[in-house]
Structures are given as structure tokens and as C-alpha cells.
């Protein structure tokens, strides 16, 4: 079957993936969706022998169906390679009686690796494919982990450039290093005096920017981006919900069709909207828990059906969290439309208009599966506390925050079923905040010495990803404004 893609807002249709790739978003603003969600057509018996790599080509074909099927395999083995510290790619932890999904192995320890190790290679072949004969630059806002991951993903790839713009004080150390010390002469990153919002924006109207595109076009450039925007991105990420219900079957912890649920740390929409793409695919899943950190926007809106802006942003101990626009819920309100492009584009308008929108009661019907809920930064540190106290499993502030809302969600409900938590991130990347849940104030230690010390209280190795900074140099020192953007692309690009 052949899939084509089309913006949620109308404006393009009969799209390739590939093409839905190299654009990243729509011409009108809109995302693009396919024209139909595919059904898994392999049995769940036969997926639970299959290696990561091959559970990723059978969940990724059906999406990607102009690729051939040695483009997409050479794009996956390059992906899901030795960068990973681990065979499995995604290993399954069982702590007490919830499924932590670690998504942090890979070469930035956050789960936009589990994407962005594979983007470049769908990108550039996209290219090939569609006889792309122009640089390809990738721009990308990003709340902290994407920026990283993108640029290790695109690092000296010939044919590409990237620049990342990051809010200023909006990072965490580590994640600040990371990005700061990216190497690869067709990397540059750029502080904006602004939150992940403004970065987010301001990229989105670049790309709207028709006269800036075309100036630059005449220079030899395309832009496309590498945000969880991009399709690209988001097929992906499908894959390790079918991958981990595969290992739960061949664990015997499951039985074949048994319903489980799913708990996902959310802040753009987009890993929580890969899950559901697999449950609409034929993956047995029951309820797709969203979990929240105190920038409560999706909360709320599953709670009221008001999706409202106009809040103070906060700055959070899980800040790739910190996200007050969750660009993927447009794909879920399209959807929950009955696609009806139209109507979509009309609550998209009053977003950006008033900051808010209502979506009607059969609407909020079809988002049914959806439950949300949030956990403060006292809730998030007491369960990292409880979990590494009560069972010697340490984790990060942003699966923190998806623990704690499993507790409420379980507390609230009564619902038993088999639960998988995406683990988005190693403890180490946000080592301040973590040990300061399990060991009260550290104020004014230096993050190095606190890693350490992590390593020591938690018997784990200090991962690679974080060795690497100690000492690189650091070769990225751009900021900007939040009106300054186009002119330090300008610049950028010479
Ligand atoms: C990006 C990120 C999230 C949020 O994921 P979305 O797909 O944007 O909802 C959660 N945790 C970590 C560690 C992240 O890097």
C-alpha cells in the first residue's frame, strides 16, 4: 500500500515521505499526516524473536513507502549501530511492577537519539531521491535534548548544515556542554535571549519567511528541520513501542493481545503521539498516560477540553519538558477532526491568535485514550527518592515526572494493566537535580564532582556521552535575541 502525505491545515496533499522529510512542515504551517494510519501486519509472536533493527524496518515501511526496502535497511543499520551502548538499542527494566522503556542509550542519553541517529540518513537519501541539488540546512529549536542529538546526527554529514538555537538559561549544565562543545565544521549552535517558546516560534517563522527563502535558495540553500516536527521523526519513534510490547511477550511477562498501558513524560506531544500511532497500528494498548511536569498546558486540556497558553512559563527540573505550545497536538486534533483540515486550521488560527482554543465534545470523545496529569518538582524528587530508595533504580527528572503521574494515574483509576514508562533520559544528564532528590541540597558543588558522586551512590558507570565533556573545548559561543534569528542565520550562512 502506498502511503502519501497531506498538511493538517489543508494547503498540501499527495506528498511523498520523502518529500514530507526533506519539508519537515508544511508549506501552510500544517504537519503532515498520513493519508492513513497502516495496520502492523507481522504477528506479535514473530516480532518478539526480532532484533531491534528488524522490528524498526517492519514498523518503518509501512510509513515510509517510497523508500526501497535496501535505502531503508541501509538507513537503519547506519542508525541503530555501535553509538548505542547496548545490543538492545532500547532495553526493558522491570522495577517493582512498572516497565521502565530506556530510551537514553544512545550517543546524547536522551531519547531523541532513538530518532535523530536515523534522520540524517532518511534525510540525505530523501534528497538523492527527489534529485535535491541544494545545501540542505537544518534549523532547530530545541528545549535541550533535540539540539544535541541533532547536531551528533548531522555532525560533517556532507551536503548539511545545522544550527540550533537553545534558550539561554533553559538547560541544564550538561545538556548547555553538550551542545557547546559539538563538533563537526557544519555545526553551529546559538543561545537565544529567550524560553523554548520564542526558539520554537521564531524557527517556525523562518520557515514561513517566503523572501528569506528564496534569498537563500539563490545561494545554493534549502531549509528543513529536524524538530519532532518532521514526520521523519516520528515514525521512528513507533517503533520502540512495538519493540518493547514484542520483549514483554517474549518475557512471558504479557501474554499475546493482553492490553497494556503506556506512560509518556511529555512536552512537544510528539513521544506520546508515536505510541498512539502504534495503538491505531494494532498495538494493545489501553490508556496513553501524559504526563506533565508544572507547565500543566495538556493537562488541563485533557481535563477541560480549553487548550490555554496565556500561563507563566516555568522553569522546571525537567526542562526539555518546559513547553507551553506542544506542536504534535496538532497532528491529535486533525485526527480527532475526522481530518477535517479545515477545521483544524481554524483552531490553529485562534492559538496563534488568543493563545487558546476549545475543541468540541465529540472531539474530546475521540481522545478518550488520552489521560493526563502532572507532577510538581517536590512530587518528581520525592518519587526518584522512593524508587531509588525502595528498589535501587535511579532515574532522571523527566521519567521522574512520568513515574509519579503512573502513581496518581493508578491511585485515581484502579487500572492494573501492565504499564511501560518511557525513560527519556539518563540520571547523568541532569545529575544537579537528581542529587539533589535522593540527597538534599547540593548548592554550589561543581557537576562534575556531583557525577562522581552519582556513579558512587548508584554502583552505574558514568556514560560515555558525559566522560567526553569533562575536557572538550568549548567551540560555540553565538547569542542572540529572539528578533535577532534571521539575521544570525543570515550571518551564519555567510
Ligand atoms: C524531548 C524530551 C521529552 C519530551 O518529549 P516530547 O516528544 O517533546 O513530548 C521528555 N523527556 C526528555 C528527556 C526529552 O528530551
Request: aromatic share 8%; hydrophobic share 40%.
Given at each position: 500500500?502506498?502511503?502519501?502525505?497531506?498538511?493538517?491545515?489543508?494547503?498540501?496533499?499527495?506528498?511523498?515521505?520523502?518529500?514530507?522529510?526533506?519539508?519537515?512542515?508544511?508549506?501552510?504551517?500544517?504537519?503532515?499526516?498520513?493519508?492513513?494510519?497502516?495496520?502492523?501486519?507481522?504477528?506479535?509472536?514473530?516480532?518478539?524473536?526480532?532484533?531491534?533493527?528488524?522490528?524498526?524496518?517492519?514498523?518503518?515501511?509501512?510509513?515510509?513507502?517510497?523508500?526501497?526496502?535496501?535505502?531503508?535497511?541501509?538507513?537503519?543499520?547506519?542508525?541503530?549501530?555501535?553509538?548505542?551502548?547496548?545490543?538492545?538499542?532500547?532495553?526493558?527494566?522491570?522495577?517493582?511492577?512498572?516497565?521502565?522503556?530506556?530510551?537514553f542509550?544512545?550517543?546524547?542519553i536522551a531519547?531523541?537519539?532513538?530518532?535523530?541517529?536515523?534522520?540524517?540518513?532518511?534525510?540525505?537519501?530523501?534528497?538523492?531521491?527527489?534529485?535535491?541539488?541544494?545545501?540542505?540546512?537544518?534549523?532547530?529549536?530545541?528545549?535541550?535534548?533535540?539540539?544535541?542529538?541533532?547536531?551528533?546526527?548531522?555532525?560533517?554529514?556532507?551536503?548539511?548544515?545545522?544550527?540550533?538555537?537553545?534558550?539561554?538559561?533553559?538547560?541544564s549544565?550538561?545538556?548547555?556542554?553538550?551542545?557547546?562543545?559539538?563538533?563537526?565544521?557544519?555545526?553551529?549552535?546559538?543561545?537565544?535571549?529567550?524560553?523554548?517558546?520564542?526558539?520554537?516560534?521564531?524557527?517556525?517563522?523562518?520557515?514561513?519567511?517566503?523572501?528569506?527563502?528564496?534569498?537563500?535558495?539563490?545561494?545554493?540553500?534549502?531549509?528543513?528541520?529536524?524538530?519532532?516536527?518532521?514526520?521523519?521523526?516520528?515514525?521512528?519513534?513507533?517503533?520502540?513501542?512495538?519493540?518493547?510490547?514484542?520483549?514483554?511477550?517474549?518475557?512471558?511477562?504479557?501474554?499475546?493481545?493482553?492490553?497494556?498501558?503506556?506512560?509518556?513524560p511529555?512536552?512537544?506531544?510528539?513521544?506520546?503521539?508515536?505510541?498512539?500511532?502504534?495503538?491505531?497500528?494494532?498495538?494493545?494498548?489501553?490508556?496513553?498516560?501524559?504526563?506533565?511536569?508544572?507547565?500543566?498546558?495538556?493537562?488541563?486540556?485533557?481535563?477541560?477540553?480549553?487548550?490555554?497558553?496565556?500561563?507563566?512559563?516555568?522553569?522546571?527540573s525537567s526542562?526539555s519538558?518546559?513547553?507551553?505550545?506542544?506542536?504534535?497536538?496538532?497532528?491529535?486534533?486533525?485526527?480527532?477532526?475526522?481530518?477535517?483540515?479545515?477545521?483544524?486550521?481554524?483552531?490553529?488560527?485562534?492559538?496563534?491568535?488568543?493563545?487558546?482554543?476549545?475543541?468540541?465534545?465529540?472531539?474530546?470523545?475521540?481522545?478518550?485514550?488520552?489521560?493526563?496529569?502532572?507532577?510538581?518538582?517536590?512530587?518528581?524528587?520525592?518519587?526518584i527518592?522512593?524508587?531509588?530508595?525502595?528498589?535501587?533504580?535511579l532515574m532522571d527528572t523527566h521519567t521522574g515526572v512520568?513515574?509519579?503521574?503512573?502513581?496518581?494515574?493508578?491511585?485515581?483509576?484502579?487500572?492494573?494493566?501492565?504499564?511501560?514508562?518511557?525513560s527519556t533520559a539518563s540520571p547523568y544528564k541532569f545529575s544537579?537535580s537528581v542529587?539533589?532528590a535522593?540527597?538534599?541540597?547540593?548548592?554550589?558543588?561543581?557537576?562534575?564532582?556531583?557525577?562522581?558522586?552519582?556513579?558512587?551512590?548508584?554502583?552505574?558507570?558514568?556514560?560515555?556521552?558525559?566522560?567526553?565533556?569533562?575536557?572538550?573545548?568549548?567551540?560555540?559561543?553565538?547569542?542572540?535575541?529572539?528578533?535577532?534569528?534571521?539575521?544570525?542565520?543570515?550571518?551564519?550562512?555567510?
Open positions: 500500500m502506498n502511503i502519501v502525505y497531506q498538511s493538517t491545515r489543508g494547503g498540501q496533499s499527495g506528498i511523498t515521505a520523502s518529500q514530507a522529510i526533506l519539508q519537515g512542515l508544511a508549506e501552510d504551517g500544517g504537519l503532515f499526516m498520513p493519508n492513513e494510519i497502516p495496520k502492523l501486519d507481522v504477528e506479535p509472536e514473530k516480532l518478539s524473536s526480532m532484533t531491534y533493527q528488524e522490528t524498526a524496518y517492519e514498523v518503518m515501511k509501512l510509513f515510509l513507502t517510497d523508500y526501497t526496502e535496501e535505502e531503508l535497511k541501509t538507513c537503519i543499520a547506519r542508525a541503530y549501530d555501535s553509538k548505542f551502548d547496548t545490543e538492545e538499542i532500547a532495553p526493558l527494566a522491570k522495577v517493582g511492577d512498572a516497565y521502565y522503556l530506556e530510551l542509550h544512545g550517543s546524547t531519547f531523541k537519539d532513538m530518532a535523530l541517529s536515523i534522520l540524517p540518513h532518511l534525510m540525505t537519501t530523501a534528497a538523492k531521491k527527489n534529485h535535491v541539488d541544494k545545501e540542505i540546512v537544518i534549523l532547530t529549536a530545541t528545549s535541550g535534548d533535540t539540539g544535541k542529538a541533532a547536531m551528533a546526527g548531522f555532525a560533517d554529514v556532507p551536503g548539511t548544515r545545522i544550527i540550533v538555537f537553545y534558550p539561554k538559561d533553559g538547560v549544565r550538561i545538556q548547555e556542554l553538550q551542545m557547546r562543545t559539538q563538533k563537526g565544521d557544519n555545526t553551529c549552535v546559538v543561545a537565544i535571549h529567550g524560553n523554548f517558546d520564542d526558539a520554537q516560534t521564531g524557527v517556525k517563522k523562518l520557515f514561513n519567511d517566503r523572501e528569506f527563502k528564496e534569498e537563500l535558495a539563490a545561494k545554493g540553500f534549502q531549509f528543513s528541520s529536524a524538530n519532532s516536527i518532521n514526520i521523519g521523526r516520528l515514525v521512528p519513534q513507533v517503533v520502540y513501542y512495538v519493540y518493547a510490547y514484542a520483549k514483554l511477550l517474549a518475557n512471558e511477562e504479557i501474554s499475546a493481545g493482553e492490553t497494556i498501558n503506556v506512560v509518556v511529555t512536552g512537544n506531544f510528539g513521544n506520546i503521539l508515536a505510541a498512539y500511532f502504534a495503538k491505531r497500528m494494532g498495538l494493545p494498548i489501553g490508556k496513553l498516560i501524559c504526563a506533565s511536569n508544572d507547565n500543566k498546558v495538556l493537562y488541563d486540556f485533557f481535563r477541560t477540553g480549553t487548550y490555554d497558553r496565556n500561563r507563566e512559563f516555568m522553569l522546571t526542562p519538558m518546559d513547553i507551553l505550545i506542544s506542536s504534535n497536538l496538532e497532528r491529535l486534533i486533525y485526527l480527532s477532526t475526522g481530518c477535517d483540515a479545515e477545521a483544524n486550521k481554524a483552531l490553529m488560527a485562534e492559538l496563534s491568535r488568543k493563545g487558546s482554543y476549545t475543541v468540541t465534545p465529540k472531539m474530546r470523545e475521540a481522545m478518550a485514550d488520552f489521560w493526563g496529569n502532572f507532577a510538581s518538582q517536590e512530587e518528581n524528587a520525592a518519587e527518592k522512593r524508587v531509588f530508595t525502595d528498589m535501587g533504580y512520568a513515574s509519579a503521574v503512573y502513581q496518581k494515574y493508578v491511585k485515581e483509576t484502579g487500572d492494573k494493566a501492565k504499564t511501560v514508562i518511557a544537579h542529587m539533589e535522593i540527597a538534599g541540597p547540593q548548592e554550589g558543588k561543581e557537576e562534575f564532582a556531583l557525577i562522581d558522586e552519582m556513579s558512587a551512590v548508584s554502583r552505574t558507570d558514568v556514560p560515555k556521552a558525559v566522560e567526553e565533556i569533562r575536557t572538550a573545548p568549548i567551540r560555540h559561543n553565538r547569542e542572540c535575541d529572539v528578533e535577532g534569528m534571521k539575521a544570525e542565520v543570515a550571518d551564519i550562512l555567510g
